[in-house]
Nanobody, 119 residues
Framework: QVQVVESGGGLVQAGGSLGLSCAAS????????MGWYRQAPGKQRELVAL???????NYGNSVRGRFTISRDNAKNTAYLQMNGLKPEDTAVYYC?????????????WGQGTQVTVSS
């Protein structure tokens, strides 16, 4: 199994910055991609950013150019640096660790961390 724990959420003013961390534990050798997703009240969960085991990245359209995802494989930790925050970035941010190979194949989610951007 893989366990994922997020940290670093909070309250920030519009235009400010915030950093999130995602620490994985357990069978971390099996993790391929790690990603950040968010869900605002009344909306579907959406992709924020994704990073592969080799470091390739992919971003949601609404955050591209403002957010940066990175990863430290030695620490089994992924990071999300958020700059130029907007009120519409307010959401619960979830980290997900992907495992592609059996028997652990699946998506492993954290509990989420709240990010609130005030106008």
């Amino acid at each position: 199994q893989v366990q994922v724990v997020e940290s670093g959420g909070g309250l920030v003013q519009a235009g400010g910055s915030l950093g999130l961390s995602c620490a994985a534990s357990g069978s971390t050798f099996a993790i391929s991609a790690m990603g950040w997703y968010r869900q605002a009240p009344g909306k579907q969960r959406e992709l924020v950013a994704l990073i592969s085991s080799s470091g390739s990245t992919n971003y949601g359209n609404s955050v591209r150019g403002r957010f940066t995802i990175s990863r430290d494989n030695a620490k089994n930790t992924a990071y999300l640096q958020m700059n130029g925050l907007k009120p519409e970035d307010t959401a619960v941010y979830y980290c997900r660790a992907d495992v592609d190979s059996a028997p652990l194949r699946g998506y492993y989610w954290g509990q989420g961390t709240q990010v609130t951007v005030s106008s």
